[in-house]
Structures are given as structure tokens and as C-alpha cells.
């Protein structure tokens, strides 16, 4: 049966999408079999498969699809969650009923948090909704907060060092969260391979 991921954030462009292709790409490369699920009505996720078949960088181990609603991201887990070692969702980037489903549905919940203020706001709201919808439906769903495009200066901004102890309050204040140690710094394949060159596996 599938691990199923989802990853999360109310905040237009916090990176979703590249942090579900990484995602996806290090269980690919271990010999997983994974299937994306871009239920983002921005379809980022969509476009750049069909950008990686038009150039020709078609990841081995990965497949991507879309659902858009809830009944479809309910029959999509369905249907796949036999077949394929890890489902990644690529969440919509506001909160909404499907946002909900997609959590429900997931065992861990990832956030990417840039170093702004709006990106940290929107990771604590996904802290709030992933604790709120356990606490109701008596779940257990795991939620990490990733930090990204992280640069060398970006770490000297007061709101990249807020980061540790925002989420360090959040847990003080009982959410169940945590900040995993991997920083993404930005790097310039991760536009490339949005532009439809597979996975950073793919390049290296």
C-alpha cells in the first residue's frame, strides 16, 4: 500500500511544486514507483510533464496525473494506492474543502517555508488546519515544514532566523509539527528542470 504525501502551503509560489519533483525524483531513483497527483488548478505540475515528454526527460519510476476534485483525489488513491510505492501530491495553494480531503487522505504533510513573512504565516496556517482536521476526525497525519530557496545571503534576513523559532513556538503551543534540518538553497536547475528536464536526478 502507497505512503501518500501531500505537499501544502497557502501561499501561492512557495514551492510546492519543485519540492514535490524532489520528492519524487529521490524515491524514483531508489527504484520506487511513484505517482503524481497535481490537483493545483495552476497545474504547474501537469505542465512540466508534458514538457518532460516534449523534450524527451521522461523520469523513469514516476507518473503524473490530475485530480481536481474531491471525488477525483479520492478515486485516484483509490485506484493507485496498490500499485505504486509512493503517492506526492501537489496540493492547491489555498485553503479549500479539496485541501481538506487531500490532508485527510495523507500520512505526512509537507510545508516549504521561505525566508518571508508570508511564506512563514502560510506554513503556521497549514500547522493549524493539518492539527484541526486530526484533532476532528481522530487521525494522525504527520506535518514537516521544509525550508527553501534559500540563498547564503537570504540566511542573514530576520525572517529566514525566525523560521527555527516560529515553528519551535508553534510546538510549545501543542501543534504537532517539526522543521527538518535540509534547507533547499536555490539553485538554478530547479527552474531548469520545471522547463521540463525531468528530475534533479535526471541532471546529475
Known amino acids: 500500500m502507497s505512503l501518500i504525501y501531500a505537499v501544502v502551503s497557502n501561499k501561492g509560489g512557495a514551492g510546492k511544486t519543485t519540492l514535490a519533483t524532489l520528492l519524487a525524483g529521490e524515491y524514483a531513483l531508489g527504484q520506487q514507483r511513484v505517482l ?5 488548478g495552476r ?10 515528454h516534449a523534450k ?6 514516476i507518473e503524473v496525473t490530475t485530480a481536481a476534485t474531491q471525488r477525483a483525489v479520492a478515486e485516484t488513491i483509490d485506484r493507485y494506492r496498490d500499485t505504486f510505492d509512493r ?5 492547491p495553494g489555498v485553503d479549500s474543502v479539496l485541501q481538506t480531503t487531500i490532508i485527510r487522505s495523507s500520512d505526512l504533510v509537507l510545508s516549504p517555508v521561505q525566508p518571508g513573512i ?4 502560510a506554513a503556521g496556517q497549514t500547522v493549524a488546519e493539518v492539527n484541526a482536521i486530526n484533532d476532528r476526525f481522530g487521525l494522525s497525519v504527520l506535518h514537516m ?13 530576520a525572517a ?6 516560529f515553528v519551535a ?6 501543534y504537532q509539527t517539526m522543521l527538518l534540518q535540509t534547507e533547499l538553497v536555490e539553485r538554478n536547475v530547479y527552474r531548469d528542470i520545471q522547463n521540463g528536464l525531468g528530475t534533479l536526478q535526471c541532471r546529475n
Open 43 to 52: 497545474q504547474n505540475l501537469a505542465g512540466w510533464w508534458k514538457l518532460c
Open 145 to 157: 515544514n521544509v525550508r527553501t530557496r534559500i540563498t547564503l545571503p537570504g540566511r542573514s534576513l
Open 160 to 165: 529566514y532566523r525566525f523560521i527555527r523559532p
Open 36 to 40: 503524481m497527483v497535481d490537483a493545483d
Open 87 to 91: 503517492v506526492v501530491i501537489d496540493a
Open 56 to 61: 524527451g526527460h521522461v523520469p523513469d519510476n
Open 118 to 121: 508570508k511564506e512563514i504565516e
Open 169 to 174: 513556538g508553534l510546538i510549545e503551543a501543542n
